[in-house]
């Protein structure tokens, strides 16, 4: 197969990339999830990607828009690059056309290689074609359905690629696309989130422009944070505002040094979340698996977790759960390991929330990035695979009308959700940490943290750090 030089491409089209779009344009992943602010490049960056495969012959692209409106906006990028800059629109063995009332729109080269744009409000006009590559514009407008049923299935013939411009709205279909391009086990897939001011063309001052700054103080925090921070997390209520997944998530592996413990949630109708986490000797908390199943009893339970796969050097040192079930807790101790539940851990429902929120906030690690701003990290980490966690963290909200509650809401819902409802695994990570780092503690939260300037300090003989000494079993 002939291929094309992107770099000299584009500087016959005169496009330059700024850095963040270098990064799209140099991945090779066949997936490809940009969720970009407004004004970053998203329909620019998509369309000059794919215009230098329109040189090669005997292939098909299609941009999949919510509408042909939408859709449009990639597909006159590549029209006043190729017909008009290029001059191909002077070549009478070149087919085209540009209406974006009817619909028609498409390239036609004389090799046979063709680009058109396709509605998702018309899927009758979305069957029947083996696709060598689509950019689904505006992805995240778009249904699910539109994605699997009908462009996935095109793609395989050729083992084609998609690319994914859009602006998040929330935690829909899009967003398990773009957890897939954050997960290494995912090879074929990236993402990304590229904030508005990513574009120094646009914001030369990047997050502290003048302009950014103005938007912000003149909108709704929810309408910035998605629209020009590319945040999927955006609503009003959100008790873990502090969770980034680009931050908090990443591959957390078993290290047979640290002790090991096990946080439960019990359940039956709703699941059984128990979450597997390490201490390491920075009191940083690694969250590294996590069981979550609903309709088994706790024998059942306990079988599985005693029955998974274990990395090297696997020990088990504590499990801490609800104690609202003191029988489960009685046929954990038999069955599986030490399992402790004080009361505290969850009646101090305020307490654990500040107490997660506290590992959830960044701090200095002492490092400095190239540029010399610091770098900054967090006290917790969860790996990719704990996927259960990873949404609730994402979508735990508060309940306006009871504040000492938690509440969470899908998107999309026609009503608010009631309290209690998939707060499994938040829950338990919650009695896991309160366990360990306030009622197991040789000294109150309060009296340490607050006076640690450097909680990445390994010299921790003077800095109080929490011990499990002194639990009550």
Partial sequence: MRVID??????????????????????????????CGRRFGKSTMAAKDLEPELFVPHQ??????PTYDLGEKEFRVIWDDLI???????????????????????????????????????????????????????????????????????????????????????????????????????????????????????????????EIKLIEATTSGEW?????????????GKIYGEFDETVHVRPTKFNPAWPNYIAIDWGFVNPLAAIEFQVDPQQRVHVWREHYQAYKRVG?????????????????????????????????????????????????????????????????????????????EPLLFVDNSCKNLIYEFNNYKADEKR?????????????????????????ALRYGMMHVFMLGATRHLSETIDSVNDPFSKQDGDRGYFTTTGMRF
Avoid at 109 to 133: C, F, I, K, Y
Avoid at 224 to 236: N, P
Avoid at 361 to 373: A, M, R, S, V
């Fill in 6 to 35: 992107k770099g000299k491409f584009f500087n016959e089209v005169g496009y330059e990339p700024h850095e963040k779009q270098r990064l799209f344009h140099q991945s090779k992943a066949r997936f490809r999830i940009a969720c």
């Fill in 60 to 65: 098909r692209f299609w941009i999949v828009g």
């Fill in 84 to 210: 008009i800059k290029k001059g191909l629109g002077k070549d009478k063995r070149v087919k085209k056309a540009y209406n974006k009332r009817s619909g028609e729109m498409f390239i036609e080269m004389p090799w046979q290689t063709r680009v058109e744009v396709r509605s998702a409000d018309h899927p009758e006009n979305l069957v029947g074609e083996a696709l060598h590559g689509v950019i689904m514009s505006e992805a995240a407008k778009q249904k699910r359905d539109t994605w699997e049923r009908y462009v996935r299935a095109a793609l395989a013939d050729f083992r084609g690629w998609a690319t994914f411009p859009t602006t998040p709205e929330g935690f829909n279909w899009l967003y398990s696309l773009w957890q897939f391009g954050q997960d290494p086990e995912f090879k074929d897939y990236a993402s990304w989130r590229f904030p508005s001011w990513d574009n120094h063309f646009v914001y030369p001052g990047g997050r502290d422009d003048d």
């Fill in 224 to 236: 910035f944070l998605q629209e020009i921070a590319a945040d999927f997390a955006s609503f009003v």
């Fill in 300 to 376: 059942e339970h306990i079988q599985i977790m005693k029955n998974r796969p274990q990395p090297e050097g696997y020990h088990l040192d504590m499990i801490f759960a609800d104690a609202e079930d003191p029988e489960a807790v009685v046929q954990t101790n038999i069955e599986f390991g030490p399992c402790i539940a004080l009361p505290e851990a969850k009646k101090n429902w305020r307490e654990g929330v500040e107490l997660v929120k506290r590992w959830l906030k960044l701090y200095p690690t002492g490092d400095n990035h190239e540029d010399g701003t610091p770098v900054e």
């Fill in 403 to 427: 504040k000492d509650e938690p509440v969470l809401e899908r998107p999309g819902a026609k009503r608010p959700a009631t309290a209690k409802q998939d707060d499994h695994a938040v829950d």
